[in-house]
């Protein structure tokens, strides 16, 4: 049976957990399952427990978002041409502040 037929009728919010495992790349894993409000599913592959890796990649996503928003989504830091360390730093310093000042106000907003 397909991973993807067991998290077939997922609702949004719902994690579900296939506590059989499975051989994913010649490893076996545990996967389990979300989907969030936009309808995306998260599919993922762990070993040990189900929440704490969970959680776990919860944390990563976030900073996943983080890269994605100074590079590609509106931040744009690669365009910047800057080589010097220092000068980088003060850079990801600053737009760091921006992007977290502009999630902490979207949330307020959205509250």
């Not at 704490?52 to 744009?76: I, S, V």
């Not at 220092?86 to 502009?102: C, D, K, N, P």
């Amino acid at each position: 049976m397909p991973v993807w037929a067991v998290f077939k009728n997922l609702q949004v919010g719902e994690v579900r957990v296939w506590h059989r495992q499975t051989r994913i790349y010649g490893v076996n894993l545990r996967v389990a399952a979300t989907k969030n409000a936009a309808g995306d599913m998260l599919y993922l592959a762990y070993r040990g427990h189900a929440l704490p890796n969970m959680r776990r990649y919860a944390l990563r996503w976030q900073t996943e978002n983080l890269h994605a928003a100074l590079k590609t989504r509106g931040f744009n830091l690669e365009d910047t041409g800057l080589t010097r360390p220092e000068r980088v730093s003060s850079l990801l310093t600053v737009i760091s502040v921006a992007f977290i000042w502009a999630c902490v106000t979207g949330e307020v907003v959205a509250r």
